[in-house]
């Protein structure tokens, strides 16, 4: 664990605390019947943060879908969407305690503890929340609703989820039946890693009916790498790919592997490309996944 110096403690501290004083005497801030002390689990705060860091691109796109956006100073290399959000050269994989420091936060929200950054902010007295990466559509949910009673915008964060709730259950509802599922294979990268069903995104393909290939063999790896032969094998009516910006595939690569042109999915233009960003996070942009999702479905003639 990095040692923090004390005088770095000894600003930060002050600062913080400074900044709470302050918010007291703002309006719309402070214990006076607008929703603070807000509390989530075993995270208080007692007034309405105005510098929040965030080291998640999905938690950082959640912040700006419920109007949070102006009160955060700060975002990790990887936080690419909106565009108008504070990019930094901090990292939510190797962050470092001083340089969040620096920005005097009074919330940091993160997705993962590396290095152990929760235990080093929350003894610089600096408030840490921590959205992990969602397991189910009503993590997304939940961790939207509570962003939004930790920002002081509760209201914007249930307009949402009701939202995307009714969204979901339009796309879901508008699913063709058949008689026969539809076979899919979902790459994350050229060689050939992929999800299961029990993997969040795999969800998303469950209940727009699909069987994943990569299911068979990997109860205990939602997240398997599948051999070339094993897919040509199951012959998969979809193919999904989620690395068409860092990889560069697209249903030309994909048609000129060895083999592959054989593939029902190549030969019936089953091949969909996705937005690596989108495909990877579990925001508020699900739904335009989701919708990918429903639209490949239907777009394959019933049998």
């Known amino acids: 664990m990095r040692r923090v110096t004390s005088a770095i403690a000894i600003v930060v501290l002050a600062v913080v605390a400074a900044a709470c ?43 700006f879908a419920i109007d949070a956006g102006a009160q955060v100073v700060a975002v990790d290399e990887y936080s690419t969407y909106p565009e108008s959000a504070p990019r930094t050269t901090l990292s939510g994989y190797t962050p470092n305690a001083e340089a969040i420091a620096s920005y005097t936060p009074d919330l940091v929200v993160v997705t993962d503890d590396s290095e152990g950054i929760i235990g080093q902010l929350t003894a610089l007295h600096i408030p840490v929340y921590q959205g992990k990466a969602a397991q189910d559509i009503e993590d997304t949910y939940r961790q939207l609703t ?113 083999g592959w042109s054989t593939l029902k999915a190549v030969r019936n233009n089953g091949i969909i490309a996705l937005d690596d960003d989108i495909a990877s996070r579990w925001g508020p942009r699900v739904v335009d996944l989701q919708r990918s999702i429903v639209d490949a479905v239907a777009a394959v003639p019933a049998s």
Not at 22 to 46: K, R
């Open 21 to 63: 004083g302050s918010a007291s005497d703002t309006p719309g801030t402070g214990a006076s019947g607008d929703g603070f002390p807000a509390t989530v689990g075993s995270l208080t705060l007692d007034h309405k943060p105005q510098r929040i860091v965030s080291l998640g691109p999905t938690l950082t796109e959640m912040l």
């Open 146 to 258: 509570e962003l939004g009673t930790l920002t002081g915008h509760r209201t914007e964060a249930t307009a949402l989820v009701e939202r995307m709730r009714a969204d979901m259950d339009k796309l879901l509802k508008s699913v063709p039946q058949r008689s026969t599922p539809l076979t899919y294979f979902y790459e994350l990268d050229s060689t050939l890693y992929t999800v299961t069903s029990k993997s969040f995104i795999g969800t998303l393909f469950t209940n727009a009916g699909l069987v994943n290939i990569a299911d068979a063999g990997n109860d205990a790896n939602p997240y398997p790498q599948l051999s070339a032969e094993t897919i040509l094998a199951a012959d998969p009516d979809l193919i999904f790919l989620a690395d068409t910006v860092c990889c560069g595939q697209n249903a030309g690569t994909v048609a000129a592997r060895p």
